[in-house]
Nanobody
Framework: VQLVESGGGSVEAGGSLRLSCVAS????????MGWFRQAPGEEREGVAA???????SYRDHAKGRFTISRDNAKSTLYLQMNSLGIEDTATYYC???????????????????WGQGTQVTVSS
C-alpha cells in the first residue's frame, strides 16, 4: 500500500495550494479518504474527509476555505486550499479508512493507511 502526497510548498498568506495524493495497493474506490495535518510541536489533527459516495466532512478550521475531492478512476485524492493563513503551516497527510463514518474519520482513530506527508508553509 502506498499513499503519495504532492503539491505542498511555500505560499504567501491569502494564497492557494492544491494537494494531491495518489493511492496504490488497495481498492481506492472502496475506501474513505481524508487529509490530516501536523504543525511543529502540535498533535496531528483532521482537516477533511470524503466517503466512497462523495459525501464530505470538514473540520471547522477548513470549512469555507478547503475543498476535498477524489477521482476514483485515477485513484487520487485532492485538497484545494484557498485563503491560506500562517496557521495552516503544517505537514499534510493523506489517509485511508475502509468502512468509515465520514463525519468521524477526521478523528483519526480508525485510519488504516497513512501517506508520508507534504509540507505546506504559509508566510506573511
Amino acid at each position: 500500500v502506498q499513499l503519495v502526497e504532492s503539491g505542498g510548498g511555500s505560499v504567501e498568506a491569502g494564497g492557494s495550494l492544491r494537494l494531491s495524493c495518489v493511492a496504490s495497493g488497495f481498492t481506492f474506490r472502496h475506501y474513505c479518504m481524508g487529509w490530516f495535518r501536523q504543525a511543529p510541536g502540535e498533535e496531528r489533527e483532521g482537516v477533511a474527509a470524503i466517503g466512497t459516495d462523495g459525501t464530505t466532512s470538514y473540520r471547522d478550521h477548513a470549512k469555507g476555505r478547503f475543498t476535498i475531492s477524489r477521482d476514483n478512476a485515477k485513484s487520487t485524492l485532492y485538497l484545494q486550499m484557498n485563503s491560506l493563513g500562517i496557521e495552516d503551516t503544517a505537514t499534510y497527510y493523506c489517509a485511508a479508512e475502509e468502512n468509515c463514518v465520514v463525519a468521524a474519520m477526521t478523528d483519526g482513530g480508525f485510519v488504516e493507511y497513512w501517506g508520508q506527508g507534504t509540507q505546506v508553509t504559509v508566510s506573511s
